[in-house]
């Protein structure tokens, strides 16, 4: 049986990043900066957009020559689209976008969570994804380009006293995958870029602060808790773009997670709820947070 319509263009050729401009969001620090270094290694024109003035302004300062820094909260509609026509004006196009920016809450239950972290999270994460892409497009579209967008693994494991992140990741990959059909017979493609626990600043305040943080990293097993640095999930994301991927996870093994997860997500989420461990740390989180 075939779909009606038109028939679709082939696959793109693989994406050399010389000359081309990248458009970077989150890049003062963690994954976003790292994957700056590594594509204007490469010969890629880089435009860094972080809400830290400052930061992005030194991040861009180290790499010199074809790099400017922008500062722009992604959750500010218009600001990111300010910011998306300054990077134009400044190299004359836009062929990449990464849509990287991102944070996590504060260790809460649903049921205790403040309405203004959930909303930060959700900001940032999801609506900061689309007003990144929006004012993009056209000009990636123009030059036969690339989106990457970034989810999680998180975006299929359990979100208890982070669920925020895990729903917004969730989303993202959702973003992705209409994007990459919406795009596909116009030459340019989508990338969902996944990665486990890497080792940056956020995860050191989520899972090393404190006692419940380590609690909660330790539920995951080997080797789904291995780290890995931003350097690495930095070339994860530039091999993808290259090569036109349309997903790239990092480290590898969390593949099998993904591929497993309607079979897996079921079962796991049963034993959880009868797990005396998680319900031991989301009753201590609850205590610690109402706590005078």
Not at 21 to 47: D, E, F, K, M, Y
Not at 50 to 63: I, K, P, S
Not at 71 to 89: E, K, L, N, T
Not at 114 to 122: A, E, K, L, M, S
């Amino acid at each position: 049986m075939r779909w009606p319509g038109r028939q679709i263009p082939g696959p793109k050729p693989r994406l050399d990043v010389t000359d081309r401009v990248v458009l970077i969001t989150g890049a003062a620090q963690g994954i976003g900066r790292a994957l700056a270094r590594h594509l204007h290694a490469q010969g890629a024109a880089v435009a860094l957009v972080d809400v830290d003035t400052e930061a992005v302004g030194r991040a861009a300062n180290e790499l010199g020559g074809n790099a400017i820094g922008l500062a722009a909260d992604v959750r500010d509609r218009p600001g990111m689209a300010q910011a998306v026509a300054a990077a134009v004006r400044h190299f004359g196009r836009l062929d990449v976008v990464v849509a990287n920016a991102g944070v996590t809450p504060a260790p809460s239950t649903l049921r205790m969570m403040d309405g203004d972290d959930f909303d930060r999270v959700i900001g940032i994460n999801l609506t900061g994804v689309f007003n990144t892409v929006r004012p993009a497009l056209e000009h990636v579209i123009a030059g036969g380009g690339h989106v990457v967008v970034v989810s999680s693994g998180a975006a299929f494991t359990p979100g208890a006293a982070g669920s925020p992140y895990m729903i917004s990741k969730a989303a993202v990959e959702q973003f992705g995958r209409a994007l990459r059909l919406e795009l596909a017979g116009l030459g340019t493609t989508v990338q969902i870029a996944y990665f486990g626990i890497v080792d940056t600043a956020m995860t050191h305040a989520v899972l090393d602060a404190d006692d419940l943080g380590r609690r909660l990293g330790a539920m995951l097993p080997w080797p789904l808790n291995r780290r890995i640095t931003a350097e690495q999930a930095a070339k994860s994301v530039a091999d993808g773009i290259r090569n036109r991927a349309a997903t790239t996870m990092a480290p590898a093994v969390w593949h099998i997670y993904s591929w497993l997860r309607g079979a897996a997500n079921p079962v796991l989420d049963h034993l959880l709820t009868k797990d005396t461990a998680m319900s031991e740390l989301l009753h201590d989180l609850e205590k610690e947070q109402t706590a005078p």
